[in-house]
């Protein structure tokens, strides 16, 4: 039996690098950026104008003039228009390019416009007011997205305003989910009282999918030749295995042995913590990895988001996330030995930190509860009770704010 800690610390040594892909960037989102991206050229590439308005010298300004004759209008994206005069000015829309003898805007609230003429109606105008000067945001060949974060819809964006039509990106281990279990049966199937539906396959893929790994889904009994069988045909097709089920003390828990058998080592088997005591990691050697959790919906979930998701952050964007923190809002009491994975809700106090309150009701094992709760709140082992307005790690599955 490991610690929750020892546990982490072994999953997150096995790093490892998948190699990287090219993708349309349109289809890249939630992926993991794997090359820095540069502006292509200034940004903004011109000096432009920043309001609708007129565009004057701010010379002829400053002599006294407020009095202007419109020579032109210059709309986004067509050539610039000079003026000649100091009594000239040109009408300028937003995004529009700068006149090399235009300096100053001064937008269309404080003019009065009257066949052809423009009339300054403020006192105070500040010369180049209004511009948003060439490169002022980036200059060509500036860095504007580093390698090694998540691809976001502002991402997308710069991409786009870059002219990267494909983006390099982490590619993602091969990952299969298999359930285990001769109680199981399909969704669409109709069990007999003592049988349920196989749901576990189903929420892992669902997790995965926020992450854009596309996993198969694959079915054992509980039969350790079939088992070990199986495994050796998938360690050959994928990177990660990640196993419900049969991982406990039962008479049909046969998932170790048939690992072991086809060759995995096993780096621990349970964990001190609950829910999901009977967790089972191991390695191939060709350096596959499998994570045997406990067939215990709320084991499952857990497991993934406390090892699994953490381990794919790590080797992907090659940090630790700072993880957050909530305070608790009622005393606990937890005696056994164990890490305490406590379901809880979560919410920002009106001081902007997060309150977490434990979920009533049939307790961590409950999966129903997964819908109420929003993260699971890490409880140290050392402790028995957890007082009110103590702060601790939560992992959460689902958006805080
Ligand atoms: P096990 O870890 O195989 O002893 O399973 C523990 C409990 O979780 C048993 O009640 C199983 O029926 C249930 N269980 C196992 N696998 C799944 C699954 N894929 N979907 C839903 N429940 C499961
Ligand atoms: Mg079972």
Redesign the pocket.
């Known amino acids: 039996m490991v610690t929750v800690e020892q546990a982490e610390q072994i999953i997150n040594s096995q790093i490892r690098d998948y190699g990287n892909e090219l993708v349309p960037f349109a289809d890249s989102l939630g992926r993991v950026l794997a090359e820095d991206l540069f502006a292509d050229r200034d940004f903004p590439p011109c000096n432009r104008s920043t309001m609708d308005g007129i565009g004057v010298s701010y010379s002829a300004f400053l002599n006294g003039n407020k009095v202007f004759n419109i020579i032109a209008t210059i709309a986004a994206g067509s050539l610039p228009i000079e003026i000649t005069e100091p009594n000239e000015c040109v009408e300028i829309m937003t995004g529009a390019p700068l006149p090399e003898s235009v300096d100053t805007i001064i937008r269309y609230e404080d003019v009065e416009i009257n066949g052809g003429v423009a009339t300054v109606l403020v006192e105070k105008v500040k010369q180049g007011q209004n511009i948003h000067v060439r490169g002022k945001d980036k200059r060509s060949g500036d860095i504007v997205a580093q390698a090694g974060q998540v691809i976001t819809p502002s991402l997308i964006g710069i991409a786009a305003s870059v002219g990267k039509t494909h983006l390099l990106v982490k590619k993602q281990p091969r990952v299969v989910v298999i ?3 001769d ?2 049966v399909g969704v669409e199937e109709t069990p007999t009282t003592y049988q ?6 189903h929420t892992v893929r669902a997790v995965l999918e926020q992450f854009k790994i596309k996993v198969d889904l694959l079915h054992i009994n509980d039969n350790q030749t079939v088992i070990k069988e199986q495994l050796d045909d998938y360690l050959r097709k994928y990177d990660v295995l990640l196993l ?5 003390m ?1 008479k049909f ?1 046969f998932v170790p042995d048939a690992l072991e058998e086809a060759g995995v080592q096993c780096l621990f088997h349970k964990v001190q913590q609950r829910p999901g005591k ?1 967790f089972w990691f191991g390695i191939q050697s060709d350096g596959q990895l499998v994570f045997a959790f ?4 709320v084991s ?1 979930f857990l497991c993934l988001h406390r090892y699994f998701l953490p381990w794919l952050q790590l080797i992907s964007k090659s940090k630790k996330a700072p993880g957050a923190k909530a305070i608790l809002d009622r005393e606990v009491t937890f005696t056994p030995n164990m890490q305490y994975f406590m379901q809880v809700r979560v919410e920002a106090n009106d001081g902007g930190q997060l309150v977490a309150s434990p979920l009533e009701g049939n307790g961590s094992g409950d999966f129903a509860n997964l819908l109420e709760s929003i993260a699971f709140m890490e409880l140290p082992m050392e402790k028995t009770v957890f007082n009110k307005g103590e702060v601790y790690r939560i992992w959460p599955f689902k958006l805080i704010i």
């Not at 406990?294 to 919906?297: K, L, S």
């Open positions: 359930s285990t279990g109680e199981l349920i539906r196989r749901s576990n396959s419900s089920g049969g991982v406990s039962g828990d009977p406990p067939g215990n919906p499952t």
